[in-house]
């Protein structure tokens, strides 16, 4: 299973991104996704996932301003940032799961597949 995570760049605060995740070796559908991140000297954090079946998950500092969607047809998962704050400034990966009878909000441990992450800088 592999993840490529892309989108990533610099923008100004109250401008938006949107992420992706093309995943491939396991359908999108068959996992449940999740989207994460690191701030410099910070530990990595959940941001947001999905799996089919169930309402999106999102962590609490980015609720109502990111959101996550997936397209099976491409394999292929995003996230959507809009609202940016210069705290939301951090490397993003993408990871996924084999199981998908547990919750969304895991720890990164509790992940199997990881994509290489995408730097998204926001200036003030």
């Known amino acids: 299973v592999q993840l490529q995570a892309s989108g990533g760049g610099s923008v100004q605060a109250g401008g938006s991104l949107r992420l992706s995740c093309e995943v491939s070796?396991?359908?999108?559908?068959?996992?449940?996704m999740g989207w994460f991140r690191q701030a410099p000297g910070k530990d990595r954090e959940f941001v947001g996932g999905?799996?089919?079946?169930?309402?999106?998950t999102y962590a609490d500092s980015i609720k109502g301003r990111f959101t996550v969607f997936s397209n099976n047809a491409k394999n292929t998962v995003y996230l959507h940032m809009a609202s940016l704050k210069p705290e939301d400034t951090a490397v993003y990966y993408c990871?996924?799961?084999?199981?998908?009878?547990?919750?969304?909000?895991?720890?990164?441990?509790?992940?199997?597949?990881w994509g290489q992450g995408t730097q998204v800088t926001v200036s003030s």
């Open positions: 070796g396991r359908a999108v559908r068959n996992s449940t």
């Open positions: 999905i799996k089919w079946g169930a309402f999106p």
């Open positions: 990871a996924a799961k084999i199981d998908t009878t547990g919750p969304i909000l895991l720890p990164t441990e509790q992940y199997d597949y």
